[in-house]
């Protein structure tokens, strides 16, 4: 109680100072109740006079269930709450006033209240925790003070044992409330707060708190990480089934044929390169691999903090190339394969295993390769649990000799026989994925090439027909070896 008072104490200060700072002016010109600083729906002008009094931090709270009407992230959003506070807190940092948040101040949801007993049950833990990530999320690109709970002792003790305040339960011995045990429930519910803002501060820090101070060193003003959110709603949604995750399918090939040639989308490229409208050869391949590589790292780092335990599964990436031999057995020879190697490979491979990118770039390329921060180097270092290879072969084959696909065959035979060679010499490889199970759609080439083992007829409702491959395959798959357990995996 004694902080409770001070509290209050601190409470009359501020809006003494208020009364003060108000001297001279005409209330006339304000609407009622702007004083207090609450937001309402003209909190603009509420922002003007704490601009006006010299206030450099507003401190308000957001109604849990103005957000989310239901109480969970499962029942819904409402964005028209969500976009009030956006408004009011860019209103704020407009004018200079840092928005000091509250997640909450005593209005538990009602939902919540009716369906498990709000902070009675557990249940409020993992709820509360959604709540406050959702918040982070939504807003802690600008807010950079956040309070899990305001009081919790005072909710705790009027709320449940004396019941002045919402809920306003007590035993009969304390009040006149309708339900309530004084001398449990507020330690019932004192414990559940504890979780509840434990778990929070755990995510915040795990989550945000990182990121957000490396933004600060790069200098960033806004926030977005599309591809971590697009992954991590992935991971929610499938993670429980799904045990292996490729981040990204060749993003060199991506970074390169969609920037450097345009050949495919999204097709730019400088005029010395082909007919794109726009683009850049030289610099916006290096430009889209930086982020493609960030956002890998932020994609795996957060599949570990929150999903891997419980989910168990593996999170890499598959990156195409080819092996380089030197062309001539000189120097200059060698050290050209081992920079295309670089270029081709080590674009993604060494950011991924030891932080940045291959010295052999950073001397050729300069200052168009952009640079990692040091703690951008620590979350990529590392960031896989396995490396997918694509390796690209063009047996692609006229429709006329579709169903004996001999050279398919032989294509596949060749490079499993030499895989096994490779895991008895030790290699850890534990997968082989084939391209592909159907004729498809090859991006630029759409359905002029059938990489398919097996036939689809597109004039035909899209019927299968079995190659000579596909058959092969299924005559190589008859018998298993049950000794092992496939886990990196290989895919061409
Ligand atoms: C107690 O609550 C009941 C029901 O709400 C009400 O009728 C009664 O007047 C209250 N008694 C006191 C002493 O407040
Ligand atoms: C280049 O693109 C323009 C505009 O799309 C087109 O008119 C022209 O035919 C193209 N030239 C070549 C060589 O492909
Ligand atoms: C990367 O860092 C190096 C060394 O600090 C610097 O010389 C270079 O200009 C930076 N490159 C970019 C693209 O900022
Ligand atoms: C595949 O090879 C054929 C014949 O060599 C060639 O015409 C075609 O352009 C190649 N296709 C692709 C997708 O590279
Ligand atoms: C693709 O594989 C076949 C069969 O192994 C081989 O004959 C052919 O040369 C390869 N093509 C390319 C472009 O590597
Ligand atoms: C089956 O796998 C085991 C363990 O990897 C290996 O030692 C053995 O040679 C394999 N069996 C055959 C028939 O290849």
């Known amino acids: 109680m004694e902080i409770h008072h001070n509290l209050m104490f601190f409470y009359l200060l501020v809006l003494a100072y208020f009364f003060a700072c108000t001297e001279g002016l005409s209330r006339r010109d304000y609407p009622a109740g702007f004083i207090f600083g609450a937001g309402s ?8 006079v704490m601009k006006e009094i010299g206030l450099d931090s507003f401190r308000f709270s957001i109604s849990w269930s103005r957000v989310l009407p239901k109480g969970k992230l499962s029942g819904g959003v409402n964005r028209e ?42 249940n409020i833990v993992n709820d509360y925790r959604d709540y406050a990530d959702f918040c982070f999320k939504e807003f802690g690109d600008r807010v950079k003070y956040w309070v899990t709970f305001n ?30 045990d004084s001398a449990t429930e507020p330690y019932v519910v004192a414990h559940h707060i504890l979780l509840s803002h434990a778990l929070a501060v755990k995510l915040y820090r795990q989550k945000y708190q990182e990121d957000i101070a490396v933004m600060k060193e790069i200098g960033l003003d806004s926030f977005r990480n599309d591809y971590r959110d697009y992954a991590d709603f992935c991971f929610k949604e499938f993670g429980d089934r799904v045990k292996y995750w490729v981040t990204f399918n060749e993003p060199n090939t991506f970074s390169s044929e969609g920037y450097s040639t345009g050949d495919t989308a999204p097709g730019r490229c ?20 930086h982020h493609i590589l960030l956002s890998h790292a932020s994609a795996v780092k957060l599949y570990r903090q929150k999903y891997q335990a419980s989910q168990m599964g593996e999170i890499g990436i598959t990156v195409s190339t080819y092996w380089m031999v030197p062309k ?16 081709a490979f080590g674009w993604f491979v060494n950011p991924i295993t030891y932080g940045d990118y291959p010295e052999s770039m ?31 072969n063009n047996s692609s084959l006229p429709i006329q000799v579709f169903l004996s696909d001999s050279m398919r065959v032989k ?82």
């Open 270 to 289: 400088s005029s010395y390169e082909g007919n794109c409208t726009a683009g850049d050869s030289a610099t916006e391949p290096y430009v889209v691999a």
């Open 41 to 48: 729906s003209a909190y603009q002008e509420d922002i003007a």
């Open 411 to 492: 294509y596949h035979r060749l490079h499993l026989s030499s895989l096994l060679k490779t895991i008895r010499a030790g290699v850890d490889v534990r997968g082989y994925y084939l391209w592909s199970f159907l004729d498809d759609f090859e991006w630029n080439s759409g359905y002029t090439y059938r990489f398919g083992i097996n036939y689809v007829d597109y004039k035909d409702e899209l019927r299968r027909y079995m190659k000579n491959s596909a058959l092969w395959f299924k005559d190589f798959l008859q018998e298993e070896n049950v000794t092992t357990m496939p886990q990196t995996i290989y895919s061409q």
């Open 81 to 122: 709450g969500v976009e009030f506070y956006n408004q009011l807190i860019n209103e704020l940092l407009y004018n200079d006033i840092q928005p000091f948040i509250t997640l909450f101040h005593w209005d538990s949801p009602q939902a919540l209240e009716d369906e498990y007993g709000g902070f009675l049950s557990t």
């Open 362 to 392: 950073r001397a050729i390329v300069g200052n168009r390769l952009p640079n990692f921060t040091e703690a951008q180097s620590n979350t990529l270092q590392g960031s896989l649990d396995f490396l997918g290879f694509s390796d690209v």
């Open 151 to 180: 009081e919790p002792n005072t909710f705790s003790s009027e709320g449940y044992s004396n019941g002045d305040t919402a809920p306003g339960r007590c035993s009969s011995y304390e009040g006149n409330c309708t339900a309530g």
């Open 328 to 343: 001539y057995q000189t120097v200059a020879s060698t050290e050209a394969a081992a920079r295309g190697l670089d270029f």
